[in-house]
């Protein structure tokens, strides 16, 4: 029953992004412009070549788009908060826990459609997948795997903080400093030697380290098992403390 609630709340949210041109405007075109941005301003003094950044860029855009991107289910989650919506839910025979669920698994669509469109432009723009069908297949699986972890980390943000602008004002101050802190934009090795110490042990690093070994054929192996780990750490810790915390304040 729970799984039934949850796929008709996930319908019910992707519904309402749909009859929403402002919202699915944002989530087509606010990665694009990301993209194409940093490869069209950066990539010359970067690498040399526009061509040549995409290559370096994409992979590590994505999990950037990731991290950016969930933190709509922050926002979601505490705006059903503030209408009454979830008021509403309290008089219905339902699990508690299918309406997080929900919203994370509407999400889930929303960051594979955003996904999607970026490696469409990027494939048009000249990237290569030189990890071949295996390592797009790979990475694709990544992408939604920390799509999730990081959905339930941000419906954690928004359930326990009490307004729409602490919620978006402590998502920014997580996800920027650990995405451009890392080897999202450019190598580790062209950073400051105390910056370099941080970046090669933050998980947007090794989440993008994993990416490019799939996507770009290099090493994959130790990446992708601390990128696994990493998303499995971060849903067994936040998906049974959002739904606790939903609970209570619900």
Not at 60 to 71: E, K, N, R, S, Y
Not at 100 to 116: E, F, K, N, P, Q
Request: proline share 5%; hydrophobic share 55%; glycine share 10%.
């Amino acid at each position: 029953m729970m799984l039934s609630q949850t796929v008709v709340l996930a319908r019910r949210n992707l519904l309402h992004v749909l009859s929403d041109p402002q919202q699915v405007i944002g989530m087509s075109v606010q990665p694009l412009m990301f993209l194409l941005l940093f490869v069209y301003v950066f990539g010359g003094a970067i690498s040399g070549s526009t061509t040549q950044y995409l290559q370096f860029l994409l992979p590590g855009l994505l999990v950037q788009g990731i991290g950016f991107g969930t933190m709509q289910t922050a926002l979601g989650l505490n705006a059903d908060f503030q209408h009454g919506l979830i008021d509403r839910f309290r008089s219905l025979p339902m699990a508690r826990s299918a309406v997080v669920a929900g919203r994370v698994t509407a999400d889930i669509v929303r960051t594979a459609w955003s996904s999607l469109i970026i490696v469409g432009v990027a494939v048009a723009l000249g990237f290569r997948f030189h990890g071949g069908l295996p390592g797009a297949l790979g990475a694709a699986g990544l992408v939604l795997a920390l799509g999730v972890a990081l959905c339930w980390v941000m419906a954690f943000l928004g359930v326990s903080l009490r307004s729409p602008e602490s919620v978006q004002a402590t998502g920014f101050m997580v996800v920027m400093p650990l995405t451009f802190a890392s080897s999202v934009l450019v190598p580790a090795a062209s950073m400051p030697g105390w910056l370099q110490s941080f970046v090669k042990v933050n998980p947007v690093t090794i989440f993008a380290d994993a990416m490019r070994g799939l996507m770009l054929g290099g090493a994959v192996a130790m990446p992708v098992l601390q990128a696994v780990a990493w998303i499995a750490g971060l849903s067994v810790i936040f998906g049974p403390l959002t739904v606790s915390r939903f609970r209570r304040r619900a």
